[in-house]
């Protein structure tokens, strides 16, 4: 299985951006699936999942910003990102979980700077 993210890039504070996430290589049904992201010099951290019976859950820190979803019969999942803060700079990664195995992209870049 290989998670591919897509939608990175640099916005000005206040901008949005959309992150996706797809799956290719097996046909597999993930438990979950989500976003982590790693900002310079901090751990890696918890930004948003959705289960597949569509269960959220969010970061404090995104909460009424961020919304986490997914296409179920593609295995995507997507990151709408709205009101982004400088704080909110970072790597994304995309993560997805069976029931054995879990899996995460490569990574995608957002820089949140005027």
């Known amino acids: 299985v290989q998670l591919v993210e897509s939608g990175g890039g640099l916005v000005q504070p206040g901008g949005s951006l959309r992150l996706s996430c797809a799956s290719s290589?097996?046909?597999?049904?993930?438990?979950?699936m989500g976003w982590y992201r790693q900002a310079p010099g901090k751990e890696r951290e918890l930004v948003a999942t959705?289960?597949?019976?569509?269960?959220?859950n969010y970061a404090d820190s995104v909460k009424g910003r961020f919304t986490v979803s997914r296409d179920g019969a593609e295995n995507t999942v997507y990151l709408q990102m709205n009101s982004l803060k400088p704080e909110d700079t970072a790597i994304y990664y995309c993560?997805?979980?069976?029931?054995?195995?879990?899996?995460w992209g490569q990574g995608t870049q957002v820089t949140v700077s005027s």
């Open positions: 959705i289960a597949s019976g569509i269960s959220t």
């Open positions: 993560n997805a979980a069976t029931y054995f195995d879990d899996y």
């Open positions: 290589g097996s046909r597999v049904t993930f438990r979950i």
